[in-house]
């Protein structure tokens, strides 16, 4: 199956510092990757969505100046959570689609971020 | 919009019962329904993926079936383990625009007791 992952798996950093999160398709290319936030209990929200190439797509109330996203290559798309406060803290998911797997997402192990 | 819920909330049940998750989306416009298991502090493993032209999908002692019309979608796990014990989440894949887009449900925390 296809095998996405995620760097690093947790991260501790101080407030207003900026932290950056990798997200890579090991065995296809994803012409599409999206990052999601989970908090405690609560569903996955998508924050934006990323077409290799492109701008992302944010969904409404997510900040693109806070949450930078780059998908610059087939492989690879980076969330940068810029000037991290507490109430960033969260899990972090990516997910990416793309070649055989059509509209199938292949979801990567998650960030656990805590902003102190 | 999409909505997904997802009942129970939380199911506490006894090693080898038979059980049924229930999810229920808003807009039958779907490409796809998943079902997912995520452990405590882990990602999300895929169980089941069922296209919408299809009605329902078997793996080992699971099945999950797809009424599109009515927006609902159950999770069958048969012969419960204490192995199983995770949150189950099901998530509906729409058409977003220039994108697809998947919602997900909040989940039903599964407690299987030995």
């Known amino acids: 199956g296809a095998v996405v992952s995620q760097h690093p798996s947790r991260v501790i950093c101080k407030s207003g510092t900026s932290v950056k999160i990798e997200c890579r398709s090991l065995?296809?290319?994803?012409?599409?990757m999206f990052w999601y936030r989970q908090f405690p209990k609560k569903s996955l929200m998508l924050m934006a969505t990323s077409n290799e190439g492109s701008k992302a797509t944010y969904e409404q109330g997510v900040e693109k100046d806070k949450f930078l996203i780059n998908h610059a290559s087939l492989t690879l798309s980076t969330l940068t959570v810029t000037s991290a406060h507490p109430e960033d803290s969260s899990f972090y998911i990516c997910?990416?689609?793309?070649?055989?797997?059509?509209?199938?997402?292949?979801f990567g192990p998650g960030t656990r971020l805590t902003v102190l | 919009k999409q909505e997904v819920t997802q009942i129970p909330a939380a199911l506490s049940v006894p090693e080898g019962e038979n059980l049924v998750l229930n999810c229920s989306f808003t807009?039958?416009?779907?490409?796809?329904l998943q079902w997912f298991r995520q452990d405590p502090g882990k990602g999300l493993t895929s169980l089941l993926l069922?296209?919408?032209?299809?009605r329902e999908q078997t793996s080992g002692r699971l099945n999950a079936s797809l009424d599109k019309s009515s927006g609902r979608s159950t999770l069958y796990i048969a012969a419960s383990q204490p192995g199983d014990s995770a949150t189950y989440l099901c998530a509906a894949l729409n058409s977003g625009g220039s994108n697809y887009k998947l919602t997900f449900g909040k989940g039903t925390l599964l407690t299987v007791n030995p």
């Open positions: 807009d039958s416009a779907i490409y796809n």
């Open positions: 065995d296809f290319q994803a012409t599409t």
């Open positions: 069922i296209q919408s032209s299809q």
């Open positions: 997910s990416a689609s793309g070649g055989r797997g059509g509209y199938e997402q292949f």
